[in-house]
């Protein structure tokens, strides 16, 4: 049993991390994302502390948020349009709507939005 541990395993440590900054990246460029239920909810957790950054709006943040991103095209748009859309809200900053099935494999799939 994995005791002590949050979210979920998508793959190994640095495919995962890539992984969701791929997604989160996709996600700040075109508004919404279509993927997998497990790695729509691990990303929306991700995206959600991106916004949080953005909205801090310092020098810092925008450094941490470039860290786990490594576009500057994506931070830039994320601190200067994302940010100021959530000034006033406390959190929930991304919603996970289920979809039909896949149609090769019948994987559960989501789209990932900005609420």
């Known amino acids: 049993m994995d005791h002590k541990t949050k979210g979920w395993r998508l793959a190994e440590s640095s495919h995962e991390k890539q992984l969701l900054a791929n997604l989160i990246k996709d996600l700040i460029k075109s ?11 691990e990303a929306s957790r991700y995206a959600d502390r991106m916004v949080t950054l953005a909205k801090e709006g310092d020098e ?23 940010g100021d859309n959530y ?29």
């Open 31 to 41: 508004g919404k994302v279509d993927t997998t239920v497990s790695r729509a909810k």
């Open 87 to 115: 000034e006033e809200r406390q959190g929930g900053y991304t919603r996970v709507l289920r979809l039909p099935p896949r149609r090769g494999d019948g994987a559960e799939m989501a789209r990932l939005t900005f609420v």
């Open 60 to 82: 810092h943040a925008r450094r941490r948020a470039f860290s786990f991103l490594n576009d500057k095209e994506a931070v830039s748009e994320l601190f200067e349009e994302i």
